[in-house]
C-alpha cells in the first residue's frame, strides 16, 4: 500500500502548466526517484506537496486520507520534510539554531541549548552524517550544508523525505554517502523521494522512477529492468544521441594566465597556493575534493577576496591587485557554484540579467543610456539559443526553474569572446541534454580560442573535458597531468593528498 | 485580466478602511462629521486658490520625495531628506547673500545648483560610509536630520542672521534668487515646473540610463552585481548624491519660491512624509506625482478641518499612517499571492 498517492494535480503558472494531471505513488520504505527535464514541473510538484503551493486540482492522499496542506508547517506535522535545491539555511546561526528554529520543545520559551545539541550530535552520528552542532553555517562547505539540511528533516522525525536535486553539490564520493543513508532510513521505513539529474544514480540506488516530461506524468517504472538509454529516452521523449567531441588538439600559444606562487587566504585563516599556467584553447580542469579551497581560489582570481602573495598575470598584464570590474574587462568571465548569491538578480527579467557585466562590454548600452530594444533582440536571440524555458523576456529570474537559471548564466558568460572563462560546477543542476549542450559549448568556446579553467567535484566531467588535469588538495596543486590515459588511481591518491614516488614524472 | 480586478477591489478596501479609520476618529474627538466632511472638501475644492495651494504643498513633497525613491530603488535607505531638504536651503540663503548682485539668469541656475550640491553632500556622508565601511545608511540617515536642523537654527541666529530684527531668521534674499510666480494671486512658483522636469529626469536615470539600470541591480544583489564587474560602491554613493540633491532642491524651492529668507521650521517635517509619498507612489517618479498631491491634499484639507470643525490637524497624520499600514497589507498580501503564482 502506499504511503503517499498524488493524483491528478494540476498547477498553472500565468495560465501555462508547470504540472499537468502529475500522478505520483510512493510506496513505505522505498527510494523513490523523481527524473525530468529542466523546467519538466519537478520542483513544483514536490512545492506542492509540501505546501508551498496549492494546486489547481488533484488530490494527494497519505496513509490513505485525504490532506489539504495550507503552508509547509502542516506537512512537517504529517512528518513530510523537504531539502530544497536551493539551500535555505541562515548562514550567521549555528548548525543547532538552524535545525531547531522556529521549533517549540519542552521549557519553551527557554531553549535548552545544550540537550538539542546532544541529540543532533547523537542524531548525526547515528547517520555517520558528521556534523558539528555547534558550527557556524556560514562556514560550511555546500556538502555539510546538504547534511545540515537533511538533519533537520531527521530531527523533525520525518517519515517522507524530498530532497529536490541533492546530488548535484555533492562529489561522488559524497553522493555515495548520501544513497547510504537513505538505506539506513529506509530499512527504518522511511520513503524518500529524490529528484536528479544522473542516471546512473536512479539505477544504483533508487527502487522506483516517475518520469516527467513538460509537466506530465510519462510513467513509473521499477529501476530493475530498464537500462540508461531507456529513461533517458523517456525523458526527453527522443533518443539522445552522444555528440563526438573532436579532440584534436590545438596549437597552444603562450599561457594566457599565469598564477605564480599565487597565495590565496582560506578560510579558517588557511593559506592556500598555487603555480598554473593556462594557456589559449585549452581546458584546464581542477579535480578535487569539495572544500580543498577551489571556491577561495576562484574568488580570488576574480578579486573578490584580496590574494595573499604571488602573481596573477593575464596577457602579459599583472592583475594581481585589479578590481573584479577590471579583470572582467580583460575579458574573465566568471561562473559561480552559487548563482542565486552570486551570479543573478532574482527580482529583476532575465533582459536585465543578461545586462550585468561591466558597462563598456555590453552591446545594449549606448552611451549613458540603455538601448532597450537593443537588449531585447540580444534577450531573444540567446533564450533561443540556449532554450531557455520561460514566461516572457521580462519574468522575473525567481520564477524560472533551476536549470533554466544556470543557462542563464552561462549564456551571459559567454557573450562577447571572453579571454578566459572560469567555470565552478558549469553544469550544476543540469538535465543531461542541457549539460551535454554547455559541453559543447565549452569545447567550442576552446575551438574559438577562449581558455577555460573547470573546476567541478564531478571527476567525469574533467575527464570529459580537459585538456591537463590539475589536482588540488588543501589549497594546494598536487600535480598536473596531461589529460591522455589517465590513471583514475593516481588521480584518487592525489586528491587524497598522497603523491605516489613510483608515479612522478 | 483576474489580477487587475483584484487589484482594484483591493484598494477599494484600503481606501474604505482608511475613511473609517478618519470618521471613527473624527466622531472620537466629538465634531460634527458633515461638517468636518464639507470644511475638509471645501478646503481642497472650495476655491482655485484652495486648489492652487494643494499644488504649493506638494512642490517640495514631490522634489523630496523623488529624492527618497532614488534610495529606495538602489537599496540605500535615504530617511534623511529632511536634514538634506534644510541644508540646501542653507546653502541657497548663504549663496544669494555672499553673491546679491548676480542677476536672475547667473544667480537661478547657481542656487539650484549649490542647493542640489549641499543637499548631495549631506548624503555623501552615509552614502561614502556605507560603500566604504558598510555602516547603516539607516540611523545615519537620522541622525543627520538633526545636525542639519540645528544647524539651521546656530546659523539664523549667528552668521546668517538679519541684523534688523530681533527674530532668529536670514535677511530677505535679493530679488534675483527668487522663483518665478506662475499664476498670481496663487502662490504657485516655478519650483513646481522644476520638480516635475525632475520627475522626468530622476525617470531617465532610474529606468533609462545604464546607471540607473547598475543603481537597482545593486539595490537588489549587491554582491551579485559585485562579482559581475559593476562597481558597487559606485552607485550606492551616486544613488545618495542624486537623492539628497532632490531632497535639497525642495529646499531651495521652499526659499526661492515661497519664504524668501531662511527661518527655523520652513519644513513641517516634509521629508518625513515625503518616505510616505515616497511609498505610496510604489517609488515610481509618475506615481510620486498622484501620491504627492494626493498626500498635500490631505494635509491642506485638514487644515481647512480644523480652522472650520476643529479637528485637530494631528488626525491626518493619524490617518496617513493608517493609510500606510493598509497599503503594506495589502502589498504584503499580493507578493505572497504572486508567489504563489496564482
Ligand atoms: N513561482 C512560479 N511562478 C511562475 N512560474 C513558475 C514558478 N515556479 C515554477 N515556474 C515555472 O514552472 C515550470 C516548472 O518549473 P520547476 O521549477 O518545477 O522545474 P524543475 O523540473 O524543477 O526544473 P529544474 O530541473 O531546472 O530545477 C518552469 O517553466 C518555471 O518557469
Ligand atoms: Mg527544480
Not at chain 1, 551570479?343 to 545594449?364: H, K, Q
Not at chain 1, 538601448?371 to 532554450?387: P, W
Not at chain 2, 536630520?145 to 552668521?159: P, S
Request: proline share 3%; charged share 20%; hydrophobic share 45%.
Amino acid at each position: 500500500m502506499p504511503v503517499l498517492e498524488m493524483k491528478d494535480i494540476c498547477k498553472s503558472f500565468f495560465g501555462t502548466y508547470a504540472n499537468r494531471d502529475v500522478c505520483l505513488e510512493v510506496r513505505e520504505g522505498e527510494i523513490h526517484a523523481l527524473l525530468g527535464e529542466n523546467g519538466a514541473g519537478k520542483t513544483t510538484l514536490m512545492n506542492i506537496l509540501y505546501g508551498m503551493y496549492q494546486k489547481d486540482a488533484g488530490s494527494i492522499t497519505i496513509d490513505g486520507h485525504e490532506i489539504v496542506f495550507k503552508s509547509p508547517k502542516d506537512a512537517i506535522a504529517r512528518q513530510i520534510g523537504m531539502v530544497h535545491q536551493h539551500f535555505t539555511l541562515v548562514p550567521t546561526l549555528t548548525v543547532q539554531q538552524n535545525i531547531t528554529l522556529g521549533l517549540r520543545d519542552s521549557g519553551y520559551p527557554f531553549s535548552r541549548e545544550r540537550a538539542r545539541c546532544e541529540h543532533i550530535d547523537r542524531l548525526s552520528d547515528s547517520y555517520g552524517l558528521k556534523t558539528h552542532s555547534r558550527a557556524l553555517v556560514k562556514n560550511l562547505s555546500v556538502g555539510e550544508m546538504q547534511r545540515v539540511e537533511i538533519l533537520k528533516l531527521l530531527y523533525r522525525k520525518a517519515k517522507i523525505l524530498i530532497l529536490d536535486e541533492p546530488t548535484a553539490v555533492l562529489t561522488p564520493q559524497e553522493s555515495d554517502h548520501l544513497f547510504a543513508m537513505f538505506k539506513q532510513l529506509k530499512a527504518e521505513g522511511c520513503s524518500i523521494i529524490v529528484i536528479t539529474h544522473h542516471i546512473q544514480e536512479v539505477l544504483d540506488h533508487c527502487d522506483r522512477v516517475t518520469v516527467l516530461r513538460d509537466g506530465c506524468s510519462i510513467s513509473t517504472v521499477e529501476t530493475k529492468g530498464i537500462d540508461a538509454k531507456q529513461l533517458s529516452t523517456m525523458m526527453i521523449g527522443r533518443e539522445l544521441v552522444p555528440v563526438a567531441r573532436e579532440r584534436q588538439n590545438h596549437h597552444m600559444d603562450a599561457p594566457v594566465l599565469e598564477l605564480v606562487d599565487f597565495g590565496f587566504k582560506r578560510n579558517g585563516g588557511k593559506v592556500g597556493s598555487v603555480n598554473l599556467s593556462l594557456r589559449q584553447s585549452e581546458i584546464l580542469g581542477i579535480a578535487g575534493v569539495d572544500g580543498n579551497g577551489q571556491k577561495e581560489l576562484l574568488e580570488t582570481l576574480m578579486g573578490l577576496r584580496d590574494h595573499e602573495k604571488g602573481k596573477m598575470v593575464c596577457c602579459q598584464q599583472d592583475i594581481s591587485n585589479a578590481s573584479t570590474a577590471e579583470r572582467r574587462l580583460v575579458g574573465i568571465g566568471y561562473i559561480s557554484d552559487d548563482r542565486h548569491r552570486d551570479s543573478l538578480v532574482l527580482d529583476m527579467g532575465i533582459a536585465e540579467n543578461l545586462m550585468l557585466r561591466p558597462a563598456r562590454s555590453t552591446a545594449a548600452t549606448q552611451g549613458h543610456m540603455v538601448n532597450k530594444q537593443c537588449m531585447l533582440e540580444q534577450a531573444t536571440r540567446i533564450v533561443k539559443e540556449f532554450s531557455i524555458k520561460s514566461h516572457g523576456l521580462q519574468e522575473p529570474m525567481r520564477f524560472l526553474s533551476g536549470g533554466n537559471q544556470q543557462k542563464l548564466v552561462l549564456a551571459r558568460e559567454f557573450i562577447g569572446s571572453p579571454k578566459i572563462i572560469i567555470a565552478f560546477q558549469p553544469t550544476r543542476g543540469l538535465d543531461i541534454g542541457a549539460t551535454e549542450f554547455v559541453h559543447n559549448q565549452l569545447l567550442a568556446m576552446r575551438s574559438a580560442g577562449c581558455a577555460t579553467l573547470l573546476v567541478s567535484t564531478n571527476l567525469e566531467e574533467i575527464l570529459l573535458l580537459s585538456d591537463r588535469i590539475a589536482v588540488i588538495h588543501e589549497g594546494s596543486i598536487m600535480d598536473t597531468i596531461e589529460n591522455k590515459a589517465v590513471d583514475i588511481t593516481r588521480i584518487g591518491l592525489l586528491m587524497a593528498g598522497v603523491r605516489t614516488e613510483g608515479a612522478a614524472r | 485580466m483576474k489580477r487587475r480586478d483584484d487589484e482594484w477591489v483591493s484598494l477599494l478596501i484600503v481606501i474604505g478602511a482608511t475613511l473609517l479609520v478618519a470618521f471613527g476618529l473624527i466622531a472620537l474627538v466629538g465634531s460634527n462629521l458633515m461638517v468636518a466632511v464639507s470644511s475638509f472638501l471645501r478646503g481642497i475644492f472650495g476655491s482655485s486658490y484652495a486648489m492652487s495651494e494643494v499644488l504649493v504643498r506638494a512642490t517640495p513633497l514631490m522634489l523630496a520625495a523623488l529624492g527618497v525613491s532614488i534610495g529606495f530603488k538602489t537599496g540605500f535607505t535615504n530617511l534623511g531628506a529632511e536634514g538634506q531638504l534644510y541644508m540646501g536651503a542653507i546653502a541657497i540663503t548663504a549663496t544669494a547673500l555672499v553673491f546679491p548682485g548676480l542677476p536672475p539668469i547667473v544667480m537661478i541656475p547657481l542656487v539650484i545648483l549649490v542647493g542640489f550640491a549641499a543637499g548631495g553632500a549631506w548624503a555623501l556622508v552615509p552614502g561614502f560610509l556605507k560603500a566604504r565601511f558598510s555602516i547603516s545608511e539607516v540611523i545615519m540617515t537620522i541622525m543627520l536630520n538633526y545636525v542639519a536642523i540645528n544647524l539651521v537654527g546656530i546659523l539664523v541666529r549667528t552668521g546668517l542672521k538679519d541684523p534688523a530684527y530681533p527674530y532668529p531668521m536670514s535677511p530677505i534674499l535679493p530679488e534675483s534668487a527668487n522663483f518665478m510666480q506662475l499664476l498670481p494671486p496663487t502662490r504657485i512658483h516655478a519650483g513646481l515646473v522644476m520638480a516635475l522636469l525632475m520627475v522626468i529626469a530622476v525617470h531617465l536615470l532610474v529606468f533609462r540610463s545604464r546607471l540607473g539600470f547598475e543603481m537597482r541591480a545593486v539595490g537588489l544583489n549587491g554582491r551579485a552585481c559585485h562579482c559581475s564587474g559593476i562597481q558597487v560602491n559606485r552607485a550606492t554613493i551616486l544613488s545618495a548624491i542624486a537623492g539628497g540633491g532632490l531632497a535639497g532642491l525642495a529646499g531651495v524651492s521652499e526659499i526661492a519660491g515661497l519664504h524668501h529668507r531662511l527661518i527655523e521650521g520652513i519644513s513641517p517635517g516634509f521629508g518625513y512624509v515625503a518616505i510616505i509619498v515616497a511609498l505610496l507612489g510604489k517609488n515610481h517618479p509618475f506615481g510620486i506625482v498622484f501620491a504627492s498631491i494626493g498626500i498635500a491634499a490631505l494635509q491642506i484639507g485638514s487644515m481647512a478641518m480644523q480652522r472650520t470643525a476643529g479637528v485637530p490637524t494631528s488626525i491626518a497624520s493619524i490617518v496617513m499612517g493608517a493609510l500606510i499600514l493598509f497599503l503594506v497589507i495589502r502589498d504584503s498580501r499580493q507578493s505572497i499571492a504572486i508567489l504563489e503564482g496564482v
